[in-house]
């Protein structure tokens, strides 16, 4: 999937303070930021449409091919990348073509996505800026919800844990049987969104596609198998 260059198609204002937010031509209003980590920011935001009797036929709903994809009050997360150099550009755009590639109830989907140019400023030495658009989950990370039961003295039943275990399974191997095969390299707590359903066990999202790569690799050389070996020495023992 390609990404637009031009200013016009992710312009902001003020986005720390509660701005706009331009992806193409959709209009997202900022309404507070969700959380931050390296050169990335997350933002809760709220689509913008000129005539909300026909939201439902115009805006993002024209782009999504998955209607079940659309917020009923039209509210998604946005992630905003801070790119420095040509290496970090090249990864945002394989991160966005892998995220392309996927479509399972268990792995968060791209709506959306944008890369402009911009001119360095004093307060940075970034070059570009990515801004990805997904459906929003409120209830926080799979980290989020251990942290905060631990500090109530509470855990999750052995039958959620098996469950989201379970859910995850089943995403893994969607990325898995897809040609070629993709891994995550990445599975941790932290990357794995909760919603909460009455009644049920939690739905459970994986999320974060910036470390996945083609699962089958072949080793021609000692320096290859080396290269591999970095790829994977900081990796969690049990990512996928």
Known sequence: ????????????????????????????????????????????????????????????????????????????????????????????????????LFSHPNLLPLLDHSIISVKPTQEGSWNHEAYLLFPVHLDGTLLDNSKAMTSRKEFFSASDVLQIFRQLCAGLKHMHNLGPPYAHNDVKPGNVLLSHRKGKCPLAILMDFGSARPARKQIRSRSEALQLQVLISPLYFFSA
Request: glycine share 8%; hydrophobic share 40%; proline share 1%.
């Open 1 to 100: 999937m390609g990404c637009s260059f031009s200013g016009l198609n992710a312009l902001y204002d003020a986005v720390n303070g509660g701005g706009d937010v331009w992806i193409n031509e959709n209009r997202f209003k900022i309404v507070r930021q969700l959380g931050e980590g390296g050169f990335a920011y997350v933002y809760l935001v709220k689509e913008v449409v000129s005539d909300s009797s026909s939201a439902l036929a115009s805006g993002l709903a024209k782009k999504v091919k998955d209607p079940s994809h659309l917020s009923d009050d039209r509210t998604y997360a946005i992630k905003k990348v801070l790119i420095q150099n040509n290496e970090q550009l090249d990864l945002v755009r394989e991160e966005i073509r892998v995220s392309s």
